[in-house]
């Protein structure tokens, strides 16, 4: 039992530490215009696949609401 409890609370704190490093949408929009390029978004490491999902209003663009939504 100690042992599921400890493997439960490392696997817990990793994945809490997994999220608090994302980049935030404003640490992704570089040139600060306040959209997330395809350029923006794939230099922060997301894939052109995710952006293009992301992107549901089909803009070419990320708004923070859309970009919120890899949360």
Same mark, same amino acid.
């Given at each position: 039992m100690y042992k599921t409890i400890t493997l439960a609370m490392v696997l817990s704190f990793c994945a809490a530490n997994a999220f608090a490093n994302a980049p935030t949408f404003e640490m992704v929009d570089a040139d600060k215009d306040g959209a =997330? !390029? =395809? @350029?923006? +978004? &794939? +230099? +922060?490491? &997301? !894939? @052109?696949? =995710?952006?293009?999902k992301l992107d549901v209003d089909k803009s070419g663009t990320l708004s923070i609401e859309e970009f919120s939504a890899v949360k």
């Open positions: =997330v !390029s =395809v @350029e923006e +978004a &794939m +230099a +922060a490491g &997301m !894939s @052109e696949e =995710v952006f293009t």
